[in-house]
């Protein structure tokens, strides 16, 4: 088939456009060593293992690479998401817009024996920080070891586990304000209760966290007790599928979202790749291939069976990121 000169001229013209088209290269961040990379899955930085790309993402190491990161998005009018682990988030198939930053590589401990206090920065792994107490035979973090999330999301959600809470036990976090100036809050700033704080949905970024534990007990003893929480999750909870925990919070009362789950027979119930857990009705796992909008469409209709089965409105606990159909 010959194409007319004048569909060619359209065509030969479409394709130089797209070539001339800038494409997105990765950056420095200003004045620092720390690329700003463009178009990079969700699904790398999330527990869920679902979601689209980031349009620039970047992961600091230190304080003065994040506030110069936050400056570079200032400058381009960027909005700006931030991420820990990723193990409590739910990222849309479309991606997001602006800057993703990661926190996970802003990484430091510093105990302190005359305070009872350990420092630590935002990316601080929470597991890795529950072990370091156990090494060193500080109690009061063995419940953390097994939340697979980072020392700034467990701030921001007020993670917890077997009765206690990062609330119990932070002395106070600092934080980034949207023009990089550093505050220091203390547990009643940060508006704290079950799961939640003034710092969900807000544009304070936690850069640190200091917690009070009780050192000088013995570590062998320290350390099994950690062993011991890791083990229970390990065999009541699906950790060797990708999921965010618990999909909703606990409503009031006796009455646990698992256990409303598992009543209202949702248990193994999937839509596409997403499934809600058969070893724990409050898990949503991807069982292969699921989509960001698989998982969110289940967690719509096991919100609505339950509502209708028990009259009570579950509450999602994963943050939702990004844009999602209207249900
Ligand atoms: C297998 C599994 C088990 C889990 N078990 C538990 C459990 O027992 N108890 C529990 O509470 N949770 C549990 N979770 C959920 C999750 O691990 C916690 O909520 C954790 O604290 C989230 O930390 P993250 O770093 O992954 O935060 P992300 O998921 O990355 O982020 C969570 C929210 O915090 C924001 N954020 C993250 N870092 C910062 C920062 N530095 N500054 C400002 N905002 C920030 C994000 O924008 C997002 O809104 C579990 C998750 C999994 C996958």
């Not at 980031?54 to 570079?72: K, Y």
């Not at 390990?234 to 698992?258: E, I, M, W």
């Given at each position: 088939?010959?194409?007319?000169?004048?569909?060619?001229?359209?065509?030969?013209?479409?394709?130089?456009?797209?070539?001339?088209k800038p494409k997105k290269q990765e950056?420095?961040?200003?004045?620092?060593?720390?690329?700003?990379?463009?178009?990079?899955?969700?699904?790398?930085?999330?527990?869920?293992?679902?979601?689209?790309?980031?349009?620039?993402?970047?992961?600091?190491?230190?304080?003065?690479?994040?506030?110069?990161?936050?400056?570079?998005?200032?400058?381009?009018?960027?909005?700006?998401?931030?991420?820990?682990?990723?193990?409590?988030?739910?990222?849309?198939?479309?991606?997001?817009?602006?800057?993703?930053?990661?926190?996970?590589?802003?990484?430091?401990?510093?105990?302190?024996?005359?305070?009872?206090?350990?420092?630590?920065?935002?990316?601080?792994?929470?597991?890795?920080?529950?072990?370091?107490?156990?090494?060193?035979?500080?109690?009061?973090?063995?419940?953390?070891?097994?939340?697979?999330?980072?020392?700034?999301?467990?701030?921001?959600?007020?993670?917890?586990?077997?009765?206690?809470?990062?609330?119990?036990?932070?002395?106070?976090?600092?934080?980034?304000?949207?023009?990089?100036?550093?505050?220091?809050?203390?547990?009643?700033?940060?508006?704290?209760?079950?799961?939640?704080?003034?710092?969900?949905?807000?544009?304070?970024?936690?850069?640190?966290?200091?917690?009070?534990?009780?050192?000088?007990?013995?570590?062998?003893?320290?350390?099994?007790?950690?062993?011991?929480?890791?083990?229970?999750?390990?065999?009541?909870?699906?950790?060797?599928?990708?999921?965010?925990?618990?999909?909703?919070?606990?409503?009031?009362?006796?009455?646990?979202?698992?256990?409303?789950?598992?009543?209202?027979?949702?248990?193994?119930?999937?839509?596409g790749g997403a499934r809600v857990s058969?070893?724990?009705?409050?898990?949503?796992?991807?069982?292969?291939?699921?989509?960001?909008?698989?998982?969110?469409?289940?967690?719509?209709?096991?919100?609505?069976?339950?509502?209708?089965?028990?009259?009570?409105?579950?509450?999602?606990?994963?943050?939702?990121?990004?844009?999602?159909?209207?249900?």
């Amino acid at each position: 088939m010959t194409l007319s000169y004048q569909t060619r001229r359209v065509v030969e013209t479409a394709i130089a456009k797209r070539a001339e088209k800038p494409k997105k290269q990765e950056i420095y961040v200003p004045g620092t060593n720390c690329q700003i990379k463009p178009q990079v899955p969700l699904a790398h930085l999330t527990s869920l293992r679902v979601g689209g790309p980031a349009e620039w993402h970047v992961a600091p190491r230190t304080l003065q690479e994040l506030q110069a990161s936050l400056g570079w998005a200032r400058s381009e009018g960027l909005p700006v998401t931030m991420v820990g682990a990723g193990s409590n988030v739910l990222a849309s198939d479309r991606g997001l817009p602006g800057l993703t930053i990661c926190t996970r590589y802003m990484r430091y401990a510093e105990f302190d024996p005359t305070l009872s206090q350990v420092k630590t920065a935002a990316g601080q792994s929470l597991v890795r920080l529950a072990w370091k107490a156990a090494e060193r035979g500080w109690e009061g973090i063995e419940w953390a070891v097994g939340i697979p999330g980072t020392v700034g999301g467990a701030v921001v959600m007020n993670a917890g586990a077997h009765g206690a809470c990062t609330a119990d036990i932070l002395v106070e976090a600092k934080v980034l304000s949207p023009l990089g100036v550093l505050k220091t809050l203390s547990p009643e700033d940060l508006g704290y209760s079950y799961r939640t704080s003034i710092l969900q949905g807000s544009d304070l970024w936690v850069v640190e966290a200091t917690f009070q534990l009780r050192p000088g007990a013995d570590s062998t003893k320290v350390k099994a007790v950690t062993e011991a929480q890791l083990e229970r999750r390990r065999s009541t909870q699906p950790y060797h599928l990708p999921s965010c925990g618990s999909v909703f919070r606990n409503p009031l009362g006796d009455r646990g979202a698992g256990w409303l789950i598992e009543q209202t027979g949702l248990k193994g119930y999937q839509i596409g790749g997403a499934r809600v857990s058969e070893l724990h009705a409050n898990f949503i796992v991807n069982c292969g291939g699921a989509t960001a909008e698989d998982i969110f469409r289940l967690i719509h209709y096991v919100r609505d069976k339950v509502q209708n089965r028990w009259s009570i409105a579950l509450e999602p606990e994963v943050r939702i990121l990004g844009e999602f159909p209207d249900l």
